[in-house]
């Protein structure tokens, strides 16, 4: 049997996290009419979801990968996973505070000007990942202490977090099941370069 590797274990913690953060929902099957069948209800659904915990459950599942991302990106800078679990374990306190504001100053846009998740992903992960910047610089000061470090730290985190963010928003779009256009990069070029 071949050893796993790195990409076979984030995957395997990406479904974790998804899947420990997304509740199981039971709907109740209503009697049917004696004249009619009644269509089975499915056993749970996340679209039921309130919009805090749906935030909640988001950040949950992005938190575990952006400690696992902080994790590897500190312990290869370094050369310690001493110095890898000290800025997992800062992250773990600090970012779920940044990711839960900024996900709810922009479901409040998204409410107030109606548009989708899927319209709004591309300026929800460039602001998230402008303000997680400034975050993992302090943090990786204060572990490291070493501003080439701490700014190979950002440059890193910046590409890891950007499309662990974008990823966790797809999964989360789909998962429940809202009525809009799902993401698709397409969305992102000029009309006049899609066929």
């Known amino acids: 049997m071949p050893r796993p590797t790195a990409a076979h274990l984030l995957a395997a913690c990406t479904a974790a996290a998804l899947l420990a953060a997304a509740p199981a929902r039971a709907e109740p099957n209503p009697e049917p009419p004696p004249a009619a069948v009644a ?24 938190q575990t990968l952006s400690v696992l991302n902080d994790l590897a990106i500190v312990a290869a800078l370094s050369g310690s996973m001493a110095a890898g679990g000290v800025l997992a374990a800062t992250t773990a306190l600090t970012e779920p505070v940044l990711y839960y504001a900024h996900e709810s100053v922009w479901a409040g846009i998204a409410q ?3 548009q989708s998740n899927a319209e709004l992903l591309p300026y929800k992960s460039a602001t998230y990942a402008t303000a997680n910047m400034g975050r993992v610089f302090v943090a990786g000061m204060l572990v490291m202490n070493n501003p080439a470090l701490a700014a190979g730290y950002v440059a ?30 397409t969305s992102l070029l000029p009309q006049t370069l899609i066929p």
Do not use: C, H, M, Q
């Not at 209800?41 to 949950?60: D, M, V």
């Not at 910046?158 to 989360?172: G, K």
């Open 39 to 62: 269509e089975p209800k499915a056993a749970f659904s996340l679209s039921g979801l309130e919009e805090w915990e749906r935030i909640l459950y988001k950040t949950a599942s992005y």
């Open 112 to 114: 107030e000007t109606g």
């Open 156 to 185: 890193l985190g910046a590409i890891s977090d950007t499309l662990t963010y974008a990823a966790n928003e797809t999964v989360w779009n789909y998962l429940t099941l809202e009525e809009e256009e799902p993401f698709s990069i």
